[in-house]
């Protein structure tokens, strides 16, 4: 079915040929080992009305209507599978100054993880009433959490430093007619209808947690590249090399699935209601037409779930920080970058205005792209945060001009290998948790969570190989995992 085009590139002629094939990257390994299920999605989705591009990711696999770690892009439609009931899952990473040879000690590990809990309990339920240094979160902040984002006012709140929202993929989201009243009016329907206050507030509580699955927080040695570029790139990043950082890996909890299921739903509904055919049958590919009622609603959605996640992952990444001052008294923290990978965003493809839907997708701008040109990364490209597994590590990278060919996307990890139930039926507990300690990999789990263990994913360095040699991105510098903050409950996302 795929046809090689180059080292880690190929193609999927369209169904019937029509328009232009699915792209695909990955090396020969990889692409033999993507399942059928990806595959069909794949063309499922670029045979759904208004799709003008499917690009396969080498970390892809089956998901929720169009495959995890895709990007579909459309110029009249916007669709709330491709985004996911995760809405703008992400990832973010702090720099402290602090050398990692500060945290070999186990007992200091184990009073950071200790420390980090309190303030960031994991759990698929747990909120800022569950930590122990929890801050009040009411009804005024959670309003506007989610209709302005990371603005100056919410972070005041919060105690995050302002200017960490510069550092940021977007620090925040306006309605679908670009304005922020579009939010505040459908927040308002929302709350003076079946929703409930109640609900809502409960939701915006989650704020600076995790949640479970495969959501994570993870203290790093950063390794910067031997090459002269790479080094040069750090510094402009703001990474030290042999220091210690934390990554971080979270959506928008509760509120952002509440959000995205309500969506569904009613799609479902008019879907039935019109009799309108699924494309493939399949509800999961559910669409509203731009300009539509339908449209403006669930864009007006995403931006809310976008904004809270955003908000989540600053209000982590504070917590965290202030965690390390409490065992490590004078820890500085420098904000890296926060990138989403579950979010459908305006952007030009192929000299057009597309809404571009990356699902388990990071973007890649690289150096000299008009997007960045009010940002400190016009003339090295963003940092893109690709996380492995704790084993094998994880990385930081700038992207390429390769990275066009994938309307400027990379994967956004390694991508499951074993679905949950199949790595608890394969994985040996005993044999996971050696494997942990061979590394000097410490976790705040008794057992580390067998449907989250290394082998229960991809082989990273095959998937970051795919990623070089399509020329989409290089490495920058490389995440030595020291300690991992999980959760076994099951994934928001």
Not at 71 to 94: E, N, Q, R, W
Request: proline share 5%; charged share 25%; with cysteine.
């Amino acid at each position: 079915m795929i046809q090689k085009t180059g080292k880690a590139t190929g193609f999927i002629p369209a169904p019937g040929n029509k328009g232009k094939p699915i792209t695909v990257i990955g090396t020969d390994t990889i692409m033999e080992g993507f399942d059928e299920m990806c595959l069909q999605q794949a063309l499922n989705s670029r045979s759904s009305p208004g799709v003008t591009e499917v690009v396969i990711n080498p970390d892809a696999h089956a998901g929720y209507g169009a495959p995890i770690g895709c990007v579909m892009a459309s110029p009249t439609h916007i669709y709330p599978g491709p985004v996911g009931v995760d809405i703008k899952c992400s990832m973010s990473l702090i720099q402290f100054d602090l050398l990692d040879e500060a945290i070999d000690d186990k007992s200091t590990r184990r009073e950071l993880i200790n420390a980090i809990c309190k303030r960031t309990p994991t759990g698929a339920g747990k909120g800022q009433r569950h930590s122990q240094h929890g801050r009040e979160i009411n009804q005024e902040l959670g309003y506007r959490m989610a209709t302005e984002g990371a603005s100056e006012w919410v972070c005041e709140q919060l105690g995050i430093p302002y200017e960490w929202a510069a550092r940021c993929e977007d620090a925040y989201h306006l309605g679908h007619d670009g304005s922020t009243g579009a939010l505040q009016k459908r927040l308002d329907k929302m709350l003076d209808g079946g929703y409930g206050r109640d609900r809502f507030l409960g939701k915006m509580q989650q704020v600076g947690t995790y949640g479970g699955g495969n959501h994570f927080g993870e203290a790093e040695r950063v390794e910067i590249g031997d090459s002269e570029k790479a080094r040069a790139t750090a510094e402009v990043f703001g990474l030290k090399d042999k220091h210690v950082a934390f990554l971080s890996h979270c959506g928008s909890r509760g509120f952002g699935h509440d959000l995205a299921s309500r969506q569904f739903k009613t799609l479902e509904k008019k879907f039935d209601a019109w009799g309108i055919p699924y494309p493939a049958g399949d509800k999961k590919l559910v669409y509203a037409p731009l300009g539509t009622q339908e449209a403006d609603d669930y864009i007006d959605d995403m931006s809310m779930g976008a904004n809270f996640a955003t908000v989540n992952h600053l209000f982590i990444n504070q917590l965290v920080l202030e965690a390390f001052q409490e065992v490590i008294p004078g820890v500085t923290g420098n904000f890296i970058y926060f990138i989403s990978h579950n979010i459908a965003k305006k952007e030009v493809v192929n000299n057009q205005i597309q809404w571009v839907h990356r699902k388990g997708a990071t973007r890649a701008f690289p150096a000299f792209h008009h997007e960045l040109k009010e940002t400190p990364f016009y003339g090295t490209g963003h940092p893109i945060l690709l996380p492995g597994n704790p084993r094998d590590g994880s990385v930081v990278m700038a992207a390429l001009p390769g990275a066009e060919k994938s309307c400027y996307s990379v994967n956004h990890g390694a991508g499951r290998k074993m679905g949950r139930k199949h790595a608890f039926r394969e994985l040996d507990q005993k044999e996971v948790d050696t494997d942990m300690d061979a590394h000097d990999i410490m976790h705040n789990s008794r057992a580390y969570p067998r449907d989250e263990a290394p082998d229960a994913y991809k082989d990273f360095k095959e998937v970051l190989k795919s990623v070089r040699q399509a020329e989409l991105a290089s490495v920058v510098a490389k995440l030595k995992a020291r300690f991992v903050i999980k959760d076994a409950s099951k994934a928001d996302d």
